[in-house]
Every structure is written in C-alpha cells, then in structure tokens.
C-alpha cells in the first residue's frame, strides 16, 4: 500500500468532503473506517493496476481492452489541494464559454465545486445538449456519461474524461460480444426476431440502461430496443411491453427486477441471464414463460445496502424516512419507504417542508452534500462505511486541472469518441427514450407503505 502523509487543513467550505473525511480516517483523527485506506491515495497510484482498484467496487476486474489512463504529470500529482482549486479556476476563466464542465451527483466535493452543472446523468447529458456553442464538454463523471455526451453533443465538440480510467463497473458488466452471443442464443429459442405474433408482438425487446457502454445502446438501437435511465425505467418498459412479448434488460439486474416487480410482473417470469453459462443458465421453459430476461449486473456500490442497515436505521432514529436507489437489491427496495433516481431522492428531500430524519441508500458523496446542503433535515448514509464510487472517484482535481490546462494551451486530452457505426444506432435508442411517455398518471417512483 502506498504511504499516506496527510496533513489536515481546516477547510470549512469542505465540510461535505468526502476526501477529507477519509483522509482524517486513515490519518487517525477521527474514528472510522473505509472500504479500503488505498482511497486516501491519489487515483494515479491504483490506475495502472488490473482492476477497478480501492472502493465499492475493488472486487469487479477491469474487462480487457477498457481505456486506460497514462500517467498524470508530476506537477498535478504534487500540486496541494489549494493549488490545484486555483489553478482550474484559472483555467476555466481563461477559457470562459469555451468550455462546460459537467459534474455528475456522486463525484467528490473538490471537482463538484468546479462544475457549471452538477446532476444525474441524463440532466447531465441534456446539459451537453444545451451547449451546441462550447467547443469542449469536460464531464466528470464515468466513461459511459462521457460517451452519451459525445452522442448528443454536436460532432466538432470534444468531450473530454478527465481520466479515462474511470469507468463503471456495473457498465462493463455486459460486453457487447457477450449481448450478441446472448441474441444469438435467445433466436434459437424464440426462432425469427423479427417476426410478430398475432398481436403484434416480437419476441424479445432489448432495454439496456444507460450504465452501458455505446456499443451496447448501439446494440439496442439495431434491435428495435429502447435506453432507459433510473427515472424513467417504468414508462420504458410499459414503451417495451407494447412492442415485445417480452424484455432483455441489461446491465443492471437490479433496476430491471425492481422496476418490474413494481409493475405486478411476478419474479417467476424474470429469469437471470449469466453470460458466462449455455442459455444463460435458464431454461427453455423458464425463457418461454419469461416476461423480462434479466442480466447477470450489479452495480458494487449499491449492492451494500442491506435490509440489516435499514433495520438499524429505524430502531435508532423512529420516524425516519428510508429512500434507496433502485439499483439497490430487492429485499433494500421493498424495506425502505421509497426507491428512486439520485435526482428522485434530491427533490424528495428538498419537499419535505418539515425537519426530518433521513436515511439514503446511495453514493456518499451525494448523502454528504445533501445533508450539508439541508441541515434543517438529519440526513445519513444507511452504509456506515465511507466508501464512494470508485471509478467515479478517481477524476480528482489534478486530472481536471490537467485536461483544462491543455485545452488554454490548445491541446485536446482525453477527447472520448464514439465511431459513427456505433453512434448512429445508438442515437436511435437514445431518441426513443426521449419520445416516450409516461402514461396518464406516472408513478414517478417506487412507493412503498411505511
Ligand atoms: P443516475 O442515472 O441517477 O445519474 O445514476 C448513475 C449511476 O451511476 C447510479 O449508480
Ligand atoms: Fe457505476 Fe455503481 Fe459507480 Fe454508478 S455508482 S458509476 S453504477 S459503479
């Protein structure tokens, strides 16, 4: 393990910092504990290594052929804190409208504050889209996010990753390979494709999530299939309901299983597809009866939320109100009040006009910034771990600083671009999503009795 020599400044500003906190875990100050204290090192000591590194997600192996970062200059790896805060300000003025720079909801304190926008990652892509005039979209953010923004953003900008090992593992979950592999199996099962039923149903409609790679959504687009984001999963699968007999849904098999519980599809009639067995490891006829096939993802760092944490939560604090993300497992789901989109869960606090007591199954970075942002409300991470996304831990200060440096001197780092065989299917998929609708009266998400 690398050393850690930390010196902790008093950074009021900071207070929601994530960083800091772990930096005081592993420095002793505080009592606590952290998925793993490589965390408090830079990102540049763990992004050669062969897998995701320290975090939520240390035990998801990096797929081969994934981007991988070239290491970051010593000048940024050695700046302080202060000087790195300094310089991106620098930067970005001397910049001005040339560049947008796009913070997703779980990144550390130390990038959000540079962010114009700071959002989920459909806000953030429509963000990309409402700037057509920037020459450079810099999203901090996962490479999945970097490459929906390169699809919607107009062909001359550059959408920069700060560092491009940061990826999602749950993302890498499903390779295209293994969906064509998983297509071609399914055809033989379910014979033609393409062909409809007597009411105008073909077999099987593909949905990836918008944690998937462009490949994939490429994939969805050349299939009839549709993208779907956390918020809008439901009216996306009601959208596939009305054209297939039933549903592919990938990556996240969470999010597919939640979404179509809640919509009275029993769990009989949602097999798992594991890409690393024949047919899946399902049967013909638990594929005949399937209503959606559900792959074999997950992502790391909603998988630790448990019905245990939720428990705890309620015996220590009565009335306090549980919400959790759906990519949380079923059993978290069903115990907690509500389930729904980090931006679901910002609003919901935002409503609640009274003081309240909350419990969020969700990144720490976001329960952190929430709770400082509303400190009229208690509001805690169910995961008493510190322990933040990994992959999207690792766009720290120094890799922005170092791609909007480049762009003052003229040089485009770490441009993400999506190939025009790919881009062009996906943008399909992407299309449906925006062009459908929730029906009349949309559940907005889950809600549970409490
Ligand atoms: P959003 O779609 O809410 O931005 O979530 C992205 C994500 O990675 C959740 O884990
Ligand atoms: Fe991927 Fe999970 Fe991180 Fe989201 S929180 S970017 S799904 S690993």
Not at 97 to 106: A, I, K, N, S, T
Request: glycine share 8%; with cysteine.
């Amino acid at each position: 393990m690398p050393a850690v020599n930390i010196t902790l400044q008093p950074r009021p500003e900071l207070d929601a910092s994530v960083d800091h906190a772990i930096q005081a875990i592993v420095a002793g100050a505080v009592v606590g504990e952290t998925c793993n204290t490589d965390l408090a090192a830079g990102p540049w000591d763990f992004d050669t290594r062969p897998g995701y590194g320290p975090g939520s997600s240390m035990g998801d192996v990096i797929p081969t052929g994934s981007p991988r970062q070239g290491e970051l200059p010593r000048e940024y790896r050695e700046a302080s804190e202060a000087e790195l805060d300094e310089r991106i300000r620098a930067a970005k003025a001397a910049l001005g409208d040339r560049v947008v720079v796009l913070g997703h909801f779980y990144q550390r304190e130390e990038v959000v504050v540079h962010a114009d926008y700071v959002g989920d990652s459909f806000q953030l892509a429509n963000a990309a889209l409402e700037h057509p005039d920037a020459e450079a979209i810099v999203f901090c953010g996962v490479h999945f996010m970097a490459e929906t923004a390169d699809l919607l953003s107009r062909p001359e900008q550059a959408v920069i990753l700060p560092n491009l090992a940061a990826g999602c593992s749950m993302a890498d979950m499903a390779d295209i390979d293994q969906v064509e592999e998983c297509w071609e199996q399914l055809a033989e099962v379910y014979g033609d494709m393409d062909a409809t039923d007597a009411e105008g149903l073909v077999p099987v409609i593909p949905v990836t999530y918008m944690n998937s790679s462009a490949a994939i959504k490429g994939f969805v687009g050349r299939h009839g299939g549709i993208v779907c984001t956390s918020s809008n999963a439901r009216t996306v699968l009601e959208w596939a309901f009305q054209r297939g007999r039933r549903v592919l849904f990938f990556p996240d098999q969470h999010l597919g299983r939640n979404t179509a519980k809640a919509m009275g599809v029993p769990l009989e009639q949602m097999p798992m597809w594991n890409p690393r067995k024949p047919l899946g490891g399902a049967s013909v006829g638990q594929l005949a009866d399937a209503r959606v096939i559900l792959w074999h993802g997950f992502c790391s760092v909603h998988r630790r939320f448990s019905v245990d944490q939720i428990d705890k939560a309620r015996a220590e604090h009565p009335g306090v109100r549980v919400i959790v993300h759906p990519e949380c497992p079923m059993e978290v789901v069903d115990a907690a009040d509500e389930a729904g989109s980090t931006d679901y869960i910002r609003k919901a606090i935002e409503a609640a006009t009274e003081p309240t007591t909350f419990a969020i199954g969700t990144e720490v970075n976001l329960v952190q910034r929430l709770a400082a942002d509303h400190p009229q409300h208690t509001i805690f991470c169910l995961d008493p771990v510190v322990c933040p996304c990994s992959t999207m831990y690792r766009i720290h200060p120094g890799y922005l600083a170092w791609v909007l440096e480049g762009l003052v001197a003229g040089e485009v780092r770490n441009r993400i671009t999506v190939p025009a065989s790919v881009a062009d299917p996906a943008r399909v998929a992407l299309e449906r999503m925006l062009a459908a609708k929730p029906p009349a009266a949309p559940a907005a998400a889950w809600e549970n009795a409490s």
